[in-house]
């Protein structure tokens, strides 16, 4: 008997619109960033639209906005199609596709008010993270009972993917959001220092792998078959490289960790995965180009091939490139560098971005019944976007391991050659340059995609439902014995629930394995006796520093190496971030190391320093911050702050609602401007955010100087 | 630092070892079933895709 049915064409193309339009909004964030750093003074002076704001702000848009739109739109069009049965609930799509608007306006909003966790990818605070959880749950919900609901017994490899994205990431927002809110715009993550920063990698990492990978891995086992019109190269390949897979990302987060003060075991572990993972990886690269072997010539003439072809190959030189990384040997150069930003940008521009693109040229003809409005300018996108990827990527290769080598590089008396930081910046600025044309090459590539694909759907019309059908799903198939290994894997495909619970079984594994250590190591981490929890008003201090989002651009973690302690002064202790909620690592060094700074200089040097970094530092890219010097700091939420912290277990002495909280923030400050006045700041006033921050800047690094015993390595 | 840490963990060298027999088992029974599926099953499958009324 067949059946007739719908499939809801309204929602996919939501979704495509959507993708466009926050595509280009990222873009576009990302070159004004690049230009920030070539022209400080560029939209300076605003603390809204400084850098250390904007860069989260073009991260999050092109994972979660561009991409995440992406993933969106792959899985509405293809699962349907795959299932032969439409979405479960458009009223639960629609709430997908709204409430994943909403938040993605929220971050728009938030983001550059300075409205930050600081940790990567996950930088929205606690009342998005309930947001994103709750919309996230609405999308799997929705998938969930469209697989369950279906009419194709089968379920295709695609959707794997899209089941171990779905709960996956699920785990990894749960896990890593886990905060006590202060205020409603303020909270402190559960945990600390070492601890935090593992599971914030676990977490980062593994949003590659499951947000910007597996998903696009099902979206190209539908739409490479399809493009091409044959089956894909090798299922059995698929099924072992999809089982590898997921089983193998888990465990390699901590190689963004390596040489830091995370214990060497977890950091090994996390180096022989990735190395394992460059197996898995390929084989879904070799599975997708080979799917078109005797069908190249389809390449020539078809844009969505194009872009499938060279992001499939980006996806190939990128899970490549990222094991080599995790070596420590060319992870000690390859760390804190612009080397870091060229990998993550052959992967997000060439490989989630070639995948969308491709698709969209793929679905908006087909649902509007035309052919594309211009295969010609669709090449041209092709070559604008390929040519601004290595515009892009190349200059950022040169530009990180020259600064990496000048960072390491000594003279003949044992001295560093370039002992000023700002050196090595000065010389890298062509490529900055360089990058910048790169990029906005690609933006204008993207730009033609957006008058084409507005064209097609202009000179068509739009189906708003598609008609298929298909007979019933056979339930009498079910009762097929399950046992020989001939069919376990075919039966297994046609029990989704089964299916969903043994990939939570496989990605938790590795999550307990590294956590049940990581546990323990908590009450294993060295104290330092004389490692305390930071003054109210250093507290005060660090919060805007990471509203500023001044991580973005310095770390505070100096590796054991003697061109790190020559240049910034003692390495990192594991024991000296036990009441680091959240931890200030950072990933990048765009300016120097700050783990050290308490101290180096005299508050004056800050003060003048941050006003008009110039002013201290000739040639500095480093932009002023003005707004402290006009912006109080708020010392009212202090209290509600001391009591997040103390049930976070941070030994405060104080009570709760202590009014000495508030008093002794105030004298520490008074104090501070006391003394910039005395030496002829006459502005210098308590009140500031200035003063908080640089009773902060003074206080890092600097307990561990007080230590009687400083525990042996 | 970290053969401190190492060393108040008891028993710490039971982790990589429990991560080296699930993989290998792991690895080893999905390859034992992969390479165990029938053909028509496989065909059915790479063809889920192609397998609607549009012509591409």
Redesign the interface.
């Known amino acids: 008997m067949m059946e007739t049915f719908h499939y809801d064409n309204k929602i996919v193309r939501n979704f495509a619109i959507a993708t466009v339009i926050w595509g280009i909004i990222g873009f576009l964030v990302g070159l004004i960033i690049a230009l920030k750093l070539i022209y400080p003074e560029f939209l300076g002076g605003i603390a809204e639209l400084t850098y250390g704001r904007l860069r989260p702000l073009h991260t999050n848009a092109v994972v979660f906005a561009f991409a995440g739109n992406a993933i969106f739109l792959g899985i509405y069009y293809?699962l349907p199609?795959?299932l032969?049965a439409p979405m479960w609930s458009a009223k639960l799509s629609a709430i997908n596709f709204w409430g994943w608007q909403a938040i993605i306006v929220g971050a728009v909003i938030t983001l550059p008010l300075g409205i930050t966790t600081s940790k990567e990818y996950a930088e929205l605070e606690w009342f998005m993270d309930i947001a994103i959880a709750l919309v996230w749950v609405i999308f799997g919900l929705n998938m969930m009972l469209t697989i369950f609901n279906r009419r194709?017994k089968?379920i295709?490899?695609?959707i794997w993917f899209y089941i171990a994205t779905f709960i996956t990431v699920a785990v990894l927002h749960i896990v890593n959001s886990l905060a006590i809110p202060a205020s409603f715009v303020k909270s402190y993550p559960i945990f600390a220092g070492v601890q935090d920063a593992l599971v914030q990698w676990w977490y980062g990492h593994n949003a590659v792998a499951f947000f910007l990978t597996t998903p696009f891995l099902g979206i190209m086992?539908?739409f490479i078959?399809?493009?091409a019109?044959?089956?894909?190269y090798s299922?059995?390949l698929s099924?072992?490289h999809f089982?590898?897979l997921i089983?193998?990302y888990i465990?390699a987060g901590p190689h963004h960790l390596l040489y830091t003060?995370l214990?060497?075991?977890a950091q090994s572990?996390g180096t022989v995965f990735s190395i394992m993972l460059i197996a898995p990886s390929w084989g879904g690269m070799i599975n997708g180009l080979l799917t078109l072997r005797g069908a190249y010539d389809r390449v020539r003439e078809s844009p969505v091939l194009k872009f499938m072809v060279v992001g499939v190959t980006a996806y190939g030189m990128s899970t490549f490139e990222g094991p080599v990384l995790s070596l420590k040997t060319v992870n000690a150069i390859a760390h804190y560098t612009d080397y870091i930003i060229a990998h993550v940008h052959l992967g997000a521009l060439a490989w989630n971005g070639g995948l969308t693109f491709a698709i969209l040229y793929y679905i908006i003809p087909?649902i509007y019944g035309v052919p594309l409005y211009s295969k010609r300018l669709a090449n041209t996108h092709f070559w604008f976007a390929t040519l601004g990827i290595l515009f892009y990527v190349i200059p950022m290769y040169v530009g990180g391991i020259m600064q990496s080598l000048m960072w390491k590089e000594f003279t003949a008396d044992g001295l560093l050659r370039y002992p000023n930081f700002l050196e090595t910046v000065t010389q890298i600025m062509p490529m900055y340059i360089l990058r910048t044309v790169g990029g906005a090459l690609f933006i204008v590539g993207s730009l033609f995609a957006v008058i084409n694909l507005w064209k097609t759907a202009k000179s068509g019309t739009f189906l708003a439902t598609e008609e298929?059908?298909a007979p019933a799903m056979d339930k009498t198939a079910e009762v097929r014995p399950a046992v020989t290994?001939?069919?376990?894997?075919?039966w297994l495909?046609g029990k989704p629930a089964l299916l969903s619970v043994l990939v939570l079984v496989?990605i938790l594994?590795g999550g307990i394995?590294e956590f049940?250590?990581t546990a323990?190591?908590d009450s294993?981490?060295?104290k330092i006796d004389s490692v305390k929890p930071y003054t109210p008003l250093e507290l005060a201090g660090r919060d805007i520093y990471i509203s500023d989002g001044c991580n973005n651009c310095h770390s505070q973690m100096i590796r054991p190496f003697r061109s790190e302690t020559a240049r910034y002064g003692d390495y990192s202790?594991?024991g000296e971030f036990v009441y680091d909620h959240p931890f200030l690592w950072g990933s990048k060094r765009t300016g120097p190391d700050l783990h050290r700074i308490g101290g180096k200089y005299p508050d004056s040097w800050h003060y003048l320093h941050m006003r008009d970094p110039q002013s201290t530092s000739p040639g500095s890219i480093m932009p002023g911050s003005p707004w402290m010097y006009t912006r109080d700091t708020n010392f009212d939420v202090l209290p509600s702050k001391i009591w997040a912290l103390k049930t976070l277990n941070v030994p405060y002495t104080y009570a709760d609602n202590d009014p000495a909280i508030i008093q002794d923030a105030k004298a520490q400050a008074e104090q501070i401007a006391a003394a910039l006045r005395a030496q002829g700041f006459s502005d210098a006033d308590a009140n500031k955010q200035i003063i908080a921050l640089i009773a902060y800047m003074q206080r890092m690094g600097t307990d561990i100087r007080k230590a009687t015993t400083v525990?042996?390595? | 630092m970290y053969k401190q840490v190492l060393n108040s963990i008891s028993n710490v060298e039971i982790y990589p070892i429990i991560t080296l027999v699930l993989f290998v088992v792991f690895f080893f029974s999905m390859i034992a079933i992969v390479v165990g599926m029938d053909k028509d099953t496989v065909e059915h499958a790479s063809s889920l895709p192609l397998d609607d009324k549009e012509a591409t």
Do not use: C, G, T
């Open positions: 293809s199609r795959l032969k194709e089968h295709y490899v695609a086992y539908y078959p399809k493009a019109n044959r089956p894909v299922y059995k099924i072992v089982w590898s089983f193998i465990w003060s214990p060497n075991w572990l087909r298929d059908q290994q001939k069919a376990f894997h075919r495909e496989v594994i394995v049940i250590p323990m190591v294993n981490v060295p202790k594991a525990p042996s390595k």
